[in-house]
T-cell receptor, first 114, second 119 residues
Framework: NAGVTQTPKFRVLKTGQSMTLLCAQD?????MYWYRQDPGMGLRLIHY???????AKGEVPDGYNVSRLKKQNFLLGLESAAPSQTSVYFC?????????????FGEGSRLTVL | AQTVTQSQPEMSVQEAETVTLSCTYD???????LFWYKQPPSRQMILVIR??????QNATENRFSVNFQKAAKSFSLKISDSQLGDAAMYFC????????????????FGQGTILTVHP
């Protein structure tokens, strides 16, 4: 049972570089989310998707883009990385609609922007 | 918009003792879910316990139980017989029961409480 898988787990970038984080889930979930975790601030929602081909902004979307071309994958892109984007990023998924409300999380990806 | 507040940045407990972590939330909705997640140093987010707002009975999972006070919008976590493996960051989280609208099942998290367990 893979569940939710994030790649890469760690990455160091220089300011201005671009990168993509990949999230893959094998539970046939409709909803997928990208969160960032920063000390003292909990997890904050960046973007989310309620189905293949759809995306929407969360609380802190600036500087990020996302795509959901396939139901099982949700990509988070940084076009021009900034030190303020140094964080731990979590992907999560859920069934959507009327359900038990549980989100399933990946193991996180630590990104450092120098 | 909903907000979740954890006012205890750090807590500590002796092994085998009991500790309570506090959480308050603000919402205008009547139907929702509340969660406690545990995050050990491995970073993995582990669901500890879940409470449905329409249920008056407090949820329990082995050594973990909650005190859910809907009117006061309070949702505390009690850990009994604390073990060294309980040491972690604990997050309280809110999720609307309404699938659509502006919520789409997203979780709103508190700031987290670091729990230290002393042997």
């Amino acid at each position: 049972n893979a569940g939710v898988t994030q790649t890469p787990k760690f990455r160091v970038l220089k300011t201005g570089q671009s990168m993509t984080l990949l999230c893959a889930q094998d539970m046939n979930h409709e909803y997928m989310y990208w969160y960032r975790q920063d000390p003292g601030m909990g997890l904050r929602l960046i973007h989310y998707s309620v189905g293949e081909g759809t995306t929407a902004k969360g609380e802190v979307p600036d500087g990020y883009n996302v795509s959901r071309l396939k139901k099982q994958n949700f990509l988070l892109g940084l076009e021009s990385a900034a030190p303020s984007q140094t964080s731990v990023y979590f992907c999560a998924s859920s069934q959507g609609g009327a359900n038990t409300g549980e989100l399933f999380f990946g193991e996180g990806s630590r990104l450092t922007v120098l | 918009a909903q907000t979740v507040t954890q006012s205890q940045p750090e807590m500590s407990v002796q092994e085998a003792e009991t500790v309570t972590l506090s959480c308050t939330y603000d919402t205008s909705e009547s139907d929702y879910y509340l969660f406690w997640y545990k995050q050990p140093p491995s970073r993995q987010m582990i669901l500890v316990i879940r409470q449905e707002a329409y249920k008056q009975q407090n949820a329990t999972e082995n050594r973990f139980s909650v005190n859910f006070q809907k009117a006061a919008k309070s949702f505390s976590l009690k850990i009994s017989d604390s073990q060294l493996g309980d040491a972690a960051m604990y997050f309280c989280a809110y999720r609307s029961a309404y699938a659509g609208g502006t919520s789409y099942g997203k979780l709103t998290f508190g700031q987290g409480t670091i729990l230290t367990v002393h042997p």
